[in-house]
């Protein structure tokens, strides 16, 4: 996602006022560049690996955990504006909420991992992504917060986020088997009587009844 010409320390104006009158750094130095790189480099394998579900069922051409992270955040971009709820932060979490996974992998329950030691495994990765990009960057703090905040599950946007993670799983079930005329439904039933919010709730609603009246092939 593009920064604007402030962010990489070039000024500009607007509305909101001259950029040095805005929060954060105002210039980027080499150094910041380098580790920005090292970081981005990290993160790569989330472009190529495989979400572990899709392939243990067989499905071809299985999206990568970055497709799964990228659809997510626009659910949250589009669907995140309610009463009560920091949309920006909910865009924010979809986007970090797997990133360990470049270094973890894409752990899941059929992986034989108990979630303590899947969050040890997470959080470690972190630390590693986090200390490359430096003691000075604030969005490795932020990257942090944020993803502890969503394994917590206790804010009002983590349990959204969750909700939306379950979302995009089940339209993409709902997705391979249309394309590829399989039946996915486990994936379906995995999210039963599990969805905190009521945006949760009513997309769930309108992907099976989409489900329903296009049958499942």
Known sequence: MAESTAAAGIPETSA???ADAREGRTTIGPADASSAVDFLMMIQPLKTLKR???VKRGVQGPESIGDHMHRMAMMAFVLADVRGIDRERCVKMAIVHDV????????TPSCGVDKDEKYRLEKEALGKMCDA????????????ALW????????SEARLVK??????????????EQAQGMELQEFFDSTKDRWQTDVGR????????RRSKGGRS
Not at 100 to 107: N, Q, S
Not at 133 to 144: D, K, Q, S, T
Not at 202 to 209: R, T
């Open 16 to 18: 909101a006022g001259p």
């Open 52 to 54: 572990t579900g899709w």
């Open 100 to 107: 360990a996974e470049a270094i973890a992998g894409d752990i």
């Open 133 to 144: 990009l430096g003691p000075n960057n604030r969005a490795a703090g932020e990257m942090l």
């Open 148 to 155: 502890e905040e969503y394994e917590a599950n206790e804010s």
């Open 163 to 176: 909700d939306f993670d379950k979302l995009e799983m089940i339209l993409q079930a709902h997705e391979y």
């Open 202 to 209: 009513l997309v769930a609603a309108d992907i099976v009844a």
